[in-house]
Nanobody, 115 residues
């Protein structure tokens, strides 16, 4: 199982960013996928999740209405579209899958929201 995140950047408050997570080594289209984030000195928190078909999504209250998770089961990629970004969204963002009884994470991608 391999998850590779990309798309993190420095962005101004109110800006937008799209993160990508390219998955390999497992049957991506069969698995629930999640995005987490971890700010410095804080725990890793769930941001959003999406079912295997993309038909259902869930979001943390802090990002509802601003973030959208979606996936492309042909490209084996899950995305996180972020808009109206706030300084408190600054964190390392991780892609996650629970596969064969184990948690798998990517290396993370840094998102910094600052003027």
């Amino acid at each position: 199982v391999q998850l590779v995140e990309s798309g993190g950047d420095l962005v101004q408050p109110g800006g937008s960013l799209r993160l990508s997570c390219a998955a390999s080594g497992f049957a991506f289209s069969r698995y629930y996928m999640r995005w987490y984030r971890q700010a410095p000195g804080k725990e890793r928190d769930l941001v959003a999740g999406i079912t295997s078909t993309g038909g259902s999504t869930n979001y943390a209250d802090s990002v509802k209405g601003r973030f959208t998770i979606f996936r492309d089961n042909v490209r084996n990629t899950v995305y996180l579209q972020m808009s109206s970004l706030k300084p408190e969204d600054t964190a390392v963002y991780f892609c996650h899958v629970f596969h064969s009884g184990s948690n798998y994470w990517g290396q993370g991608t840094q998102v910094t929201v600052s003027s």
